[in-house]
């Protein structure tokens, strides 16, 4: 199937990459060994030079073909030529960083970029000689001016996972291309359904495959789309000598994941809508910060980037007594308490942060809304919320 084809996205969901029907296979069969043998030696170097992610795989940390089947529904999906799987989002986002710096370079970066992210500028690469700053996002002006003559990356994630800011990432994407700046963008909270970072001149696009791809909260994975000559480079150098790669049974239900991806996000996003907007006509909240609702201080920016929203967000109650905050989010039964989102199960966390921007020490609480009976967990909800009282 061509990626270009007319076909809607769920039709690709399904069939693309899988033109091979090997035995008549309907399901793609798992391909769980580490190596393939040649009848010649020929033909192995041959294999090993041709194309570092050619067809001819030679070896499984370079590439494999159930691996290969999930790759090409991701690429296809961002609209990038190339795409590699990791072993986790961070995996991916690590790569992609390392893959654009050397001693000397400086990095631009959101604030309210994924926590190990900042780790990995923060406490790492300075060892290397690698320096950042960090910038709150919202205006490009102030991107722009972040900008120095060493800088050789801007790293943005549109929206944040936990205060839903959003960059204008085509004009930045913009300034970035006339001073040879790499652009990277963690687009995990969009999955390519509803932004193609490429399409508006990101060159690279990382994901935690953890959260939408893989949907059902059993695998850890990552992806780094891009241009082939970027991803190739990435394949030879960070992935080869890194070794963080997805294995053929995580990718395989990764494959089988993204069949319904399409379904699964149009139900989180009604879900997590129509839950956003009973909160805000709650006088136990404050405000509630989701990208698709009309309150929503960048709605234009939304309107013009996104085509859609999913089934994470937050909001600050009235209460700022965190311990009430708190006592809400253990009250919940449906909302269970954990971290990442993106899975079939609906989760809560509350947390007490003071980004770039804010005045204060906030609590604050944020949801990921399942793909259980929305009326359940409006009904969870509304039996905890008066904990939140004064
Ligand atoms: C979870 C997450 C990551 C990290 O992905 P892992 O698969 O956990 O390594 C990166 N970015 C965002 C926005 C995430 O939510």
Redesign the pocket.
């Known amino acids: 199937m061509n990626p270009n084809s007319d076909y809607g996205w769920t039709t690709k969901l399904q069939h693309f990459g899988e033109e091979e029907k090997i035995n008549g296979a309907v399901a793609p069969p798992i391909f769980q060994n580490s190596l393939f043998v040649f009848e010649t030696m020929d033909e192995l170097m041959n294999a090993m030079l041709v194309h570092p992610a050619g067809p001819n795989h030679h070896y499984s940390r370079v590439s494999n073909p159930t691996v290969d089947i999930a790759e090409k529904k991701i690429a296809m999906l961002e609209g990038t030529d190339a795409c590699k799987l990791t072993g986790?989002?961070?995996?991916a986002?690590t790569v992609a960083v390392l893959s654009c710096v050397s001693q000397g370079s400086h990095v631009v970066c959101v604030d309210t970029a994924?926590g190990?992210l900042r780790s990995l500028l923060t406490d790492y690469l300075p060892r290397f000689g690698v320096t950042h700053t960090f910038v709150q996002g919202n205006e490009v002006e102030e991107v722009v001016s972040a900008i120095r003559p060493e800088t050789t990356v801007i790293y943005l994630?549109s929206p944040s996972?936990l205060l839903f800011q959003l960059q204008d990432m085509e004009a930045i994407a913009k300034v970035a291309k006339d001073r040879g700046i790499t652009t990277i963008c963690?687009n995990?909270?969009n999955t390519a359904l509803h932004m193609k970072p490429h399409t508006i001149g990101i060159d690279l696009i990382c994901h935690?495959?953890?959260?939408y791809l893989g949907g059902h909260s059993d695998i850890?994975?990552?992806a780094v789309c891009g241009s082939q000559a970027r991803i190739d480079k990435i394949i030879r150098q960070e992935i080869n000598l890194v070794g963080s790669i997805l294995h053929p049974f995580q990718s395989w239900l990764l494959n089988r994941s993204l069949r319904t991806l399409d379904l699964r996000l149009k139900r989180h996003e009604s879900t997590a809508n129509m839950v956003a907007v009973w909160l805000e006509g709650q006088p136990e909240v404050s405000q509630v910060l989701h990208i698709s609702l009309p309150s929503f201080p960048q709605r234009e920016l939304y309107q013009k980037m996104m085509s859609g929203s999913g089934g994470l967000f937050s909001f600050i109650p009235m209460t700022q007594d965190h311990r009430k905050v708190t006592a809400f989010v253990d009250a919940l039964q449906l909302f269970q308490r954990g971290v990442?989102?993106g899975g079939f199960e609906s989760l809560a966390l509350s947390l007490r942060v003071k980004p770039m921007g804010f005045e204060k020490e906030t609590s604050i609480v944020r949801l990921f809304c399942g793909l259980e009976d929305p009326t359940d967990l409006l009904a969870d909800l509304q039996r905890a919320l008066p904990l939140l009282s004064d």
């Open positions: 986790s989002g961070m995996a986002i994924y190990p994630e996972s963690d995990t909270y935690s495959a953890t959260k850890t994975a990552g990442s989102w």
